[in-house]
C-alpha cells in the first residue's frame, strides 16, 4: 500500500481551447494522420471538420474514417486497419470519448505490427510497438488518454476483452473542457458516474497505495461536487472543467490500481441490447459498493470526508446520488434473468483478487443477483 513507482510517459495539454494548438503538438509525432472518432456528434457539431483543418494548417496530411456507433467491436477495428493500411499513417488520432481512443489504440497497434485484432486480444502481453497515438477526449470519460488500456467488443463471444500495454499509451493528451460542453445530459451524467465508480474502485484495489489513493478521492470530490451542476446545466464550464480535471486523474489511476468487480463484470455482459459500458456499471455499483464498504472503514472514512457526510451515511449518499442523476437502471432492464447469471459468472476474469469484497464466484454471484 506504501510503496509506489511512477512513471508516465504522456505529454498532456490541459485547456480551454487547446484543440487549437493540436496541429502543432500532434507534428512532432507524423506527418500522416489516421482520425478515428466515435457516434455522429463530433461531426454534427463540427469538431472533428475543425480538427482536420487545424491539422492540415501544420502540414499533417489527413485521413479520417467514418464514425463508428457504439463501442469498438473486432469487426470495426479490422475494417479499419484494412481501410488504413493503404494510406500508411504514421500516427493515429483518436477523437471523442473513451471508445474512439481504446480504438484508436487498438488500430495503431494492429498498423504497426501487421497483426489483427483477434491476435492480441488472445495474446495480449504481446503488443510490443504502436504507432503515436494522440488522444482527444470530447467527454468527461474515463481517462483513456493516459491509459494503458483498449477495450474492444468481442461480437461471437459477446463479452469485452482488452488489452493492457505501456505501448498504448498515448504520446500526447489534448484536453479541452469545451469540447465536452455539447455532451447532452444523460450521456453527462452516466459517463460521469462512471468515473465515480471508477475511483471508488481504485480506491478500494489491493493494488491501490498513497499515491493513487490522493488521486481517487480528488476525483470522488470533484465528481461529487460538479456533476449534478453539469447535468443541469451542459454550458456550465467550470464544471466541465473540473470533472475533464477527474477524468484525466482517473486514466492515471486505471494504470497504476486499476478497477474493482463492477468493471471485471460489465466486459463479461458483453454488448447486450441497448446496454453501454456506463449503464452495466450504473446497473451492477449499488451491490458491489454495499459489500466493499464492509471491508475496510478507514478508506469509507476517507470518502465521508470527501464528500462531506458522516461516514454511516455514505452508502445511502452515493447510492442516493446514482437515483437524483437518474440512471437508477437495472440488469433486467436489459434482459439479463436470473437463468443467465451461472454462464455470465463463468465469462467474468480478469485480476479479481485486487477486489477486497471478492471471495470467489460466490461474490460474483450474488453482485448480479442483486442488480437484476
Not at 457526510?309 to 442516493?320: C, D, I, M, R
Request: glycine share 6%; hydrophobic share 45%; aromatic share 8%.
Amino acid at each position: 500500500m506504501h510503496d509506489f513507482q511512477f512513471h508516465h510517459p504522456t505529454k498532456v495539454i490541459f485547456s480551454v481551447g487547446s484543440i487549437e494548438n493540436s496541429g502543432n503538438e500532434s507534428a512532432a509525432f507524423g506527418k500522416r494522420a489516421l482520425i478515428i472518432t466515435s457516434g455522429q456528434a463530433t461531426l454534427k457539431i463540427g469538431i472533428l471538420n475543425r480538427l482536420i483543418e487545424i491539422l492540415k494548417k501544420s502540414n499533417i496530411n489527413v485521413f479520417s474514417l467514418d464514425p463508428f456507433q457504439g463501442e469498438p467491436s473486432v469487426t470495426y477495428v479490422d475494417s479499419a486497419v484494412k481501410q488504413a493500411t493503404e494510406y500508411e499513417p504514421d500516427l493515429v488520432i483518436g477523437l471523442g470519448g473513451g471508445s474512439a481512443i481504446d480504438a484508436a489504440k487498438a488500430i495503431s497497434a494492429c498498423l504497426a505490427s501487421s497483426r489483427n485484432i483477434t491476435y492480441f486480444l488472445s495474446n495480449p502481453l504481446v503488443v510490443q510497438q504502436a504507432l503515436p497515438i494522440v488522444a482527444i477526449p470530447t467527454t468527461i470519460g474515463s481517462g483513456s488518454e493516459v491509459s494503458r488500456g483498449s477495450v474492444i467488443t468481442d461480437v461471437t463471444q459477446n463479452i469485452k476483452r482488452g488489452l493492457y500495454n505501456d505501448f498504448l499509451i498515448p504520446k500526447l493528451a489534448i484536453i479541452d473542457p469545451q469540447l465536452s460542453i455539447t455532451l447532452p445530459s444523460r450521456a453527462t451524467a452516466l459517463i460521469g458516474f462512471d468515473l465515480l465508480s471508477a475511483a471508488i474502485e481504485s480506491f478500494f484495489s489491493r493494488k491501490s497505495n498513497l499515491y493513487t489513493h490522493m488521486l481517487s478521492l480528488e476525483i470522488i470530490s470533484k465528481v461529487y461536487q460538479n456533476l449534478p451542476a453539469a447535468v443541469k446545466d451542459g454550458s456550465n464550464l467550470e464544471a466541465r472543467i473540473n470533472l475533464a480535471f477527474a477524468s484525466l486523474l482517473t486514466g492515471y489511476n486505471l494504470v497504476y490500481s486499476g478497477t474493482c468487480l463492477p468493471h471485471r463484470i460489465q466486459y463479461a455482459l458483453g454488448s447486450h441490447p441497448g446496454m453501454t459500458h456506463p449503464l452495466g456499471i450504473a446497473a451492477l455499483f449499488p451491490a458491489w459498493f454495499s459489500l466493499a464498504a464492509k471491508t475496510e472503514p478507514a478508506k469509507l472514512a476517507s470518502i465521508s470526508k470527501a464528500i462531506g457526510v458522516s461516514e454511516s451515511q455514505v452508502v445511502k449518499t452515493l447510492l442516493a446520488f446514482r437515483n437524483e442523476l437518474k440512471i437508477n437502471v437495472h440488469l433486467a432492464d436489459f434482459h439479463i434473468l436470473s437463468p443467465d447469471i451461472p454462464q455470465l459468472v463463468n465469462k467474468v476474469g480478469g485480476d479479481l483478487k485486487s477486489d477486497p469484497a471478492y471471495k470467489g464466484n460466490k461474490t460474483i454471484e450474488f453482485i448480479l443477483t442483486q442488480s437484476l
